[in-house]
């Protein structure tokens, strides 16, 4: 079993950035595939971006292309969302989740609270 827990959440103006921080609990983390989901306003949830268990490969949606970067530190048992040129339509409900096949494009199996990014115009 494994619990996640988001922060860095907040209140941002449009061409701002944040940085988001998914804690793991367990030993296991390392061998986990990690993404980043996000729901907006009256939308479906979205993959935003995921990274593989040893951080070789990553993917991201093309909205976030050249804004966000997803990285992780297997030490720290951490992953975290660095979201620079904010705009509006980024805001959401942001949920971090850990697949156990380890590799992008697999099922996600534990998934976070969520925490709230809303970007102002």
């Known amino acids: 079993q494994v619990q996640l827990v988001e922060s860095g959440g907040g209140l941002v103006q449009a061409g701002g950035s944040l940085r988001l921080s998914c804690a793991a609990s367990?030993?296991?983390?390392?061998?986990?595939?990690m993404g980043w989901f996000r729901r907006g306003p009256g939308k479906e949830r979205e993959l935003v971006c995921e990274i593989s268990w040893d951080g070789g490969s990553t993917r991201y949606t093309d909205s976030v292309k050249g804004r966000f970067t997803i990285s992780r530190d297997n030490a720290k048992n951490t992953v975290y969302l660095q979201m620079n040129s904010l705009k509006p339509e980024d805001t959401a409900v942001y949920y971090c989740?850990?697949?156990?096949?380890?590799?992008?494009?697999?099922?996600?199996?534990?998934w976070g609270q969520g925490t709230q990014v809303t970007v102002s115009s």
């Open positions: 367990g030993r296991t983390f390392s061998s986990y595939a």
């Open positions: 989740a850990a697949g156990r096949l380890g590799r992008l494009r697999g099922p996600y199996d534990y």
